[in-house]
């Protein structure tokens, strides 16, 4: 996969100051003919980056990346006027900008895969390759109010489960309210789609029913426990 970045400005990338100390910088009125494009890890020594290029105001550069092993990035420029001196002697002073990579953007899909009993029931969670925790919402409240969050590391060994448990009001139905999220180690995505769960009676009966969607390995398993 590969990034492309584009220099817009006249005069340069338009970035923002990645550090709070107070920079050296070369004082010209001149005109930018060429800025240097240095990449590296954000939150990593800007000493560490590597050139990506020297590109004119206008031009463009791409950095191939992985999306199994890469981290964010945080890109930092360099301008030069003809007389070829650029404007900060170090990175370190340098106009940077993040640049997140974010491999999860899309909701996951997350379904009742099991019949509901009084006591538990099975939900399937579309998980990718690049899941590295999951995230369950649980709320008695339609609108997911008051949910109970709970974050689980995923692991490449599945299945993984997500136990949640929950004391019931009594001995007859209980419905709650289901949402899921995942992350591939940054932000987490969207949620999910809100799924009504209602839970059977003491005698099994009126229990939501499951589709059986998704197969074992991406399921979380959400407990009912009596007090």
């Known amino acids: 996969m590969s990034l492309t970045l584009i220099v817009q400005a006249r005069r340069g990338v338009s970035l923002s100051v990645a550090t709070v100390r107070q920079p050296f910088r070369r004082r010209t009125t001149a005109e930018t003919v060429a800025v240097e494009i240095w990449c590296g890890y954000d939150g990593e020594d800007p000493a560490k980056a590597q050139l990506l290029g020297t590109v004119a105001p206008g031009g463009a550069l791409v950095r191939e990346w992985n999306p199994d092993r890469d981290r964010n990035l ?7 006027t003809v007389d070829g001196v650029p404007d900060v002697a170090q990175l370190l002073d340098a106009d940077s900008i993040a640049l997140p990579i974010k ?8 379904n009742q895969r099991t019949d509901a009993t009084f006591t538990a029931v099975e939900l399937g969670i579309e998980l990718s390759r690049f899941t590295r925790r999951l995230r369950v919402e649980v709320s008695q409240n339609a609108d997911m109010s008051d949910a109970e969050i709970t974050d689980t590391p995923v692991t490449d060994k599945l ?8 004391a019931p009001s009594g001995s007859g139905t209980e419905t709650i309210y289901v949402r899921a999220s995942v992350s591939a180690g940054g932000a987490f995505s969207p949620a999910s789609d809100i799924l009504t769960v209602t839970f059977a009676n003491n005698s099994g009966s009126g229990g939501s029913g499951g589709s059986g969607g998704f197969g074992p390995g991406t399921h979380v398993e959400i407990e009912h426990h009596q007090a």
């Not at 491999?103 to 997350?110: I, K, N, Q, S, W």
């Open 103 to 110: 491999r999860v953007t899309e909701a996951p899909v997350l």
């Open 74 to 80: 945080r890109l930092y420029q360099r301008r030069f």
């Open 159 to 166: 299945p993984n489960t997500s136990p949640i448990t929950r």
